[in-house]
């Protein structure tokens, strides 16, 4: 059984910086892309970045070079470094995994498996 599981979620003030984590289980197949996807507060889930098995990389516009995803393929582990956090940011971010087909990164109906989420509270 596939499993993701976020973590490093917290509270912290604008300005900060987290590094959220997310470790896979369940699947030995790496070549599978891996998401992050966010949901503010009374907001649609939307994405936030995408690393391929390639380990190319997609962000969204709303990032601006404040994120980084990265991968540690023996570890099976995703992570997402942000910088610059603003209240904005405030969202449950979760995890996703999905099928290395080139394109539409961002699409969640392309992934078919997701984290519980974990939270991530920026203050002003």
């Known amino acids: 059984q596939v499993r993701l599981v976020e973590s490093g979620g917290d509270s912290v003030q604008a300005g900060g910086s987290l590094r959220l984590s997310c470790a896979a289980s369940?699947?030995?197949?790496?070549?599978?892309?891996m998401g992050w996807f966010r949901q503010r507060p009374g907001k649609e889930r939307v994405g936030v970045a995408v690393?391929?098995?390639?380990?190319?990389?997609y962000y969204g516009d709303f990032v601006e070079g404040r994120f980084t995803v990265s991968q540690n393929k023996v570890a099976n582990t995703v992570y997402l470094q942000m910088l610059s956090l603003k209240p904005e940011d405030t969202a449950v971010y979760y995890c996703?995994?999905?099928?290395?087909?080139?394109?539409?990164?961002?699409?969640?109906?392309?992934?078919?498996?997701w984290g519980q989420g974990t939270q991530v509270t920026v203050s002003s």
């Open positions: 996703a995994a999905g099928p290395d087909y080139s394109g539409r990164w961002f699409s969640q109906d392309w992934y078919d498996y």
């Open positions: 369940g699947y030995s197949d790496s070549s599978k892309r």
């Open positions: 690393i391929s098995a390639g380990g190319r990389a």
